[in-house]
Each structure stands twice: as C-alpha cells, then as structure tokens.
C-alpha cells in the first residue's frame, strides 16, 4: 500500500515541464483541449499503459501507478518503483509544441525551466534516440521542496529526463528519485523508459 508521505509540489514542472510563463520564444503552443482516452493491457508480467495523445509505455503489472488523462494536465502517467512513497517514479509528460520546434529547441527550453533550482547541477547531457527518434538524455540534481505530510521539507533529487519531440508533440520520460535511492531504482526505471514506443 502507498503511503501518501510524498506529495511533489514543485515537482509538477519537473515532471511535466509544464508550459506555464512561456514567452514567445518558447517551442511551446497552447493546447486545444481535446479529451484524452488512455488504456491498459497485461501481457504475462507486464502492463502496457496506451495514451491517445501518441505513446506506449510497459512496467511492471505489480507497480502502481497513477494516470491523469484530463486535456489541461501535461503529465500522463506515473509509475512508482518504490512501495512506500510516491517520490521515486518514472512518468511521461506532453506538451504541444510549435509546428516549426526543433528537439534542441525543446531541450533548451526545458533545461531552461529546471536551472533555477537550489543547487541545480546538469550531470550529463547525451544524445540518445527513444522511440526510434532522435532524443536528448540528461541527468541532474537539486535541491526541491517535497510536501512530506502537513510540512514542506527541502530534498535532494537527483533526476534523469529524456526529450523526444514527434508530429509537433514534446514527450519527457523521468525518473525521479532521491540521490540515496537513484542507483536502487535506476535499472528498473531505465526498463521502463526504453520501453517507451510511439503509438
């Protein structure tokens, strides 16, 4: 059973990159609500969780997860990798994007959005390909408030994201955890987002 000891607040833009303050020279456009339809299907030990809005991803049918298909939300799905908190998981994330967005242009900006955290550190920042395009990997950590019960507490994070940019669609597959549990965690969730196919 999940205990709800973890609730991200600052971790919305983490996840998501959310689009929020975007200036024109953002790779970002508004997007037009449409609704979202998602399914779910177990195939032996797996789940493979379908979005409408253009992306598979397969984990582990034992791990919860928490989907969110609303037209506002940026954030899809999460699957959390541990069974006692919901701060170590690995979620995707769209954004609508700019006809004319580039995957460097998208990188920037969202690298852009994360410098400003308390103790921001950019580990690494690899070229890769996901879901057969083109993609952008990099790993950092910072200092970020976590709701922790009724009190807000600074953690450590340390996070890996990957950037994939398809049909004027951002997609940014992360795993998030604290630095003591990333290297737990990280085989697992490197599983999952290499599982991540376009639909």
Do not use: H
Request: with cysteine; net charge neutral.
């Amino acid at each position: 059973m999940i205990k709800k000891a973890f609730t991200i607040i600052a971790l919305v833009m983490i996840a998501s990159l959310a689009v929020a303050g975007c200036t024109q020279s953002s790779p970002t456009s508004s997007p037009t609500p449409t609704p979202i339809t998602s399914k779910e299907t177990v195939i032996g030990n797996n789940t493979t969780f379908s979005s409408s809005v253009g992306f598979n991803i397969t984990y582990p049918k034992t791990l919860k997860i928490n989907s969110n298909n609303s037209a506002d939300s940026l954030d899809r799905i999460f699957v959390y990798l541990a069974t006692n908190n919901t701060l170590d998981s690995v979620s995707v994330a769209t954004t609508d994007l700019t006809p004319n967005a580039t995957l460097s242009d998208f990188v920037t900006y969202n690298i852009g959005e994360i410098n400003d955290y308390p103790n921001y550190q950019l580990i690494s920042n690899n070229s890769t390909t996901l879901g057969g395009k083109p993609a952008t990997t990099i790993v950092w950590q910072a200092t970020v408030p976590v709701q922790n019960d009724s009190t807000i507490q600074n953690t450590t994070l340390k996070v890996m994201q990957t950037f994939v940019v398809n049909n004027a669609q951002g997609y940014t597959v992360t795993y998030k955890s604290t630095t003591s549990d990333y290297n737990t965690y990280l085989a697992q969730a490197q599983r999952i987002m290499n599982s991540f196919k376009f639909n």
